[in-house]
């Protein structure tokens, strides 16, 4: 044990004293919160942009008084400026193309006896979606419209009370949904990415540099090599997935533009999310050191990881088919899907002690299976060699 923690204590400050690496380690968290914020931002600034706009011109024809007196009261709050000039038809739409005009509505000449008629008559409404202002005219005026039609042949409203509050949902319950969502392709995604950065460097890149021959020669046996880098790696993987978990968490508010509320959450929850993270760093470390030590070289680790990725996101991808876990026990037992079905039932509250036990175990077994097979590659003058 002594000389495994030799191996752990000099691993670890060849990761934590080396600034590239350190930067490679806290950077990511720190991107992923400065992207999602200004993403966020965006987002919300352009959906906003039509809250801004005060008035809008438009030109109407034909318009009956009794909508008049509607849009009247509707469009009350905004400055409406209606062009008096009498032009060609071509002429308002190319006002409206050129963004000097933002509605042009043309009603039919005989509208309401027509409706009387039990007709149905044509409204043209001309406009511009460029144009925000435009856009912001026409569905304005297409609700008022609509509310009109549905009045003429109204038989019952639904939540017409402006004063009552239909939807009950809570903000931890809306917390939830979008963490159950978006959480575990995202954290996968970074787990696996943390560890590629640092393992695929790890046992090709002291090949490339001729330093894994002065250790193998040592008299420490092989399997304690093993175990003291895997440790090492699998711990800055950790810490590199967790400081990119807290940026992602911090920068969800700004990403979907609500306030999230995890009092849903208690230290439990936390526990087994930790204990997730955990296993899966250690299993993605595990495996991605096998790669690294099958490899001649960091390049060629690199692109070996290529396709290790690809299923780990095409995987990762399935969080997004539904809010809650799957209660089958046997689909815990499948490597990184285990780890996503878990992380969707610990998020949406929905997992069983069986599933997550399941889960853990298999884990462990995979985690020992892939330390094993490091042992036996160290162990193979062929592979250490590449011979």
Known sequence: MKTIGIILKKELKRFFTDYRMLIGIILPGFLIFAL?????????????????????SMYVENEPEVLSSLFKEGLKEFEIVYLDEKLEKKEFLEKIENKELDLYVVYPSNMMESISNKEIPNIEIYYNSASNASLTAYTLYNSILNAYEDSLTNLFDINNSADTKYDLAKNEDLTVKILTMMLPFLLITFLFSGAMGICSESIAGEKERGTIATLLVTPTKRSYIVIGKASALGITALASALISFIGLIASIPKLVGTDLSLSAYNISTIFMLLLVI??????????????????????????????????????????????????????????????????????????????????LLSSIIYIGLGAFILTKMFNSERIMFNK
Do not use: H, R, W
């Open 278 to 359: 955990t296993v899966t760093v250690l299993l993605f470390t595990v495996v991605l050191t096998i790669v690294s030590t099958f490899a001649k070289s960091v390049k060629e680790a690199s692109s070996l990881s290529i396709p290790v990725m690809i299923v780990v996101m095409l995987l990762g991808a399935t969080s997004f088919m539904g809010t809650a876990a799957s209660t089958n026990a046997a689909l815990y037992l499948i490597p990184v899907y285990g780890a996503i079905q878990s992380l969707t039932g610990i998020l949406s509250m929905s997992i069983t002690p069986l599933c997550f036990s399941m889960f």
């Open 36 to 56: 999602y914020s200004v993403m966020g931002n965006f987002i919300g600034n352009f959906a906003g942009d039509d809250t801004e706009i005060t008035g809008f």
